[in-house]
């Protein structure tokens, strides 16, 4: 018999998320905070729940895409969350981006319920959800994995088993270390050649060649010189992965200073009230710091 599957979170990652999975036949019940972001599973056959409870009573295998610890923590542990209705031997796939010591608290108390865990955070932002190519990190037993894995390759290309419960975290938090610092210093490319009288888009056209080349200067290096700051991923919700970083450094007694300097760069641009765009947004702040203007947009 097929796993029942559940899926709480239907934002901008998790409604596409959860339609791959309805698309690929498996049966899924669904339950999102907003009662109209459920309507496109409904219509692709899905069932709709009133909690997070009601979902686990149904489910096998429950999936959670929602926006911070806090929020998984009241969805797994809360008020009519999913402990209240887990089955014997259910997973749940909290596929958020959240602490990882928080991710392994609730992983040890879904194990003393009877239940398990994998954290499988994800990056490729909306366009990778939608097109299901996204990049997912897993972290949690490996017969856990090796279970759930067919329904990840559903929603992901580049599926990878990194360790035990929070580990998945761990390697998303590197991710957003690797890509923020990467935004910022193309930035400050663009500013140098600017400042110079160069023009950044000939510069960009040298380092797609070199070993400069990368994908964030493909990508996110065209949309900032092109001033296209609609969101690929939110900057309020990329200040809250940097803040999860951060912490986690706290925790570990370690030094991140490129780290530190990039999440104030991001904490600005919320701050002057970029959150809802994407976080590519820091290249705004980082022209206002320099008095350069590279970007289309006029202030």
Same mark, same amino acid.
């Not at 008020?79 to 259910?90: A, D, Q």
């Not at 900057?235 to 200073?257: C, F, N, Q, W, Y």
């Given at each position: 018999?097929?796993? +029942?599957?559940?899926?709480?979170?239907?934002?901008?990652?998790?409604?596409?998320?959860?339609?791959?999975?309805?698309?690929?036949?498996?049966?899924?019940?669904?339950?999102?905070?907003?009662?109209?972001?459920?309507?496109?599973?409904?219509?692709?056959?899905?069932?709709?729940?009133?909690?997070?409870?009601?979902?686990?009573?149904?489910?096998?295998?429950?999936?959670?895409?929602?926006?911070?610890?806090?929020?998984?923590?009241?969805?797994?542990?809360?008020?009519?969350?999913?402990?209240?209705?887990?089955?014997? =031997?259910?997973?749940?796939?909290?596929?958020?981006?959240?602490?990882?010591?928080?991710?392994?608290?609730?992983?040890?108390?879904?194990?003393?319920?009877?239940?398990?865990?994998?954290?499988?955070?994800?990056? =490729?932002?909306?366009?990778?959800?939608?097109? =299901?190519?996204?990049?997912?990190?897993?972290?949690?037993?490996?017969?856990?994995?090796?279970?759930?894995?067919?329904?990840?390759?559903?929603?992901?290309?580049?599926?990878?088993?990194?360790?035990?419960?929070?580990?998945? +975290?761990?390697?998303?938090?590197?991710?957003?270390?690797?890509?923020?610092?990467?935004?910022?210093?193309?930035?400050?490319?663009?500013?140098?050649?600017?400042?110079?009288?160069?023009?950044?888009?000939?510069?960009?056209?040298?380092?797609?060649?070199?070993?400069?080349?990368?994908?964030?200067?493909?990508?996110?290096?065209?949309?900032?010189?092109? =001033?296209?700051? +609609?969101?690929?991923?939110?900057?309020?919700?990329?200040?809250?992965?940097?803040?999860?970083?951060?912490?986690?450094?706290?925790?570990?007694?370690?030094?991140?200073?490129?780290?530190?300097?990039?999440?104030?760069?991001?904490?600005?641009?919320?701050?002057?009230?970029?959150?809802?765009?994407?976080?590519?947004?820091?290249?705004?702040?980082?022209?206002?710091?320099?008095?350069?203007?590279?970007?289309? +947009?006029?202030?």
């Amino acid at each position: 018999m097929a796993d +029942q599957i559940g899926f709480i979170g239907l934002g901008i990652m998790g409604r596409p998320m959860a339609l791959n999975l309805r698309r690929a036949g498996h049966a899924l019940w669904v339950h999102a905070r907003r009662p109209e972001n459920m309507a496109p599973l409904v219509a692709a056959g899905a069932t709709a729940c009133a909690s997070a409870r009601e979902v686990a009573e149904h489910s096998d295998i429950i999936f959670t895409m929602v926006s911070d610890t806090d929020d998984v923590e009241q969805v797994i542990n809360g008020e009519h969350g999913i402990v209240e209705g887990l089955r014997p =031997g259910s997973i749940v796939v909290d596929m958020s981006t959240i602490s990882p010591s928080a991710t392994r608290a609730l992983a040890d108390l879904l194990e003393t319920l009877g239940g398990e865990m994998l954290d499988a955070p994800v990056s =490729g932002g909306e366009k990778g959800a939608i097109d =299901g190519t996204l990049s997912i990190m897993v972290g949690g037993k490996a017969k856990v994995f090796a279970r759930v894995r067919p329904l990840f390759e559903k929603m992901g290309k580049n599926v990878i088993h990194i360790g035990d419960n929070g580990a998945g +975290q761990v390697a998303k938090a590197c991710n957003q270390v690797v890509i923020t610092q990467a935004i910022a210093a193309i930035g400050e490319a663009y500013l140098l050649a600017a400042a110079n009288g160069v023009d950044p888009r000939k510069v960009r056209e040298a380092l797609l060649g070199g070993f400069a080349s990368s994908r964030a200067l493909e990508s996110h290096g065209l949309r900032m010189l092109d =001033g296209n700051y +609609q969101p690929g991923f939110k900057a309020h919700l990329h200040k809250k992965d940097m803040r999860i970083v951060m912490e986690s450094a706290t925790e570990t007694g370690i030094a991140l200073p490129g780290t530190a300097l990039v999440t104030q760069l991001i904490n600005t641009a919320v701050g002057q009230g970029m959150g809802e765009d994407d976080s590519i947004s820091i290249f705004r702040i980082q022209q206002k710091l320099c008095g350069v203007q590279v970007d289309r +947009q006029e202030d």
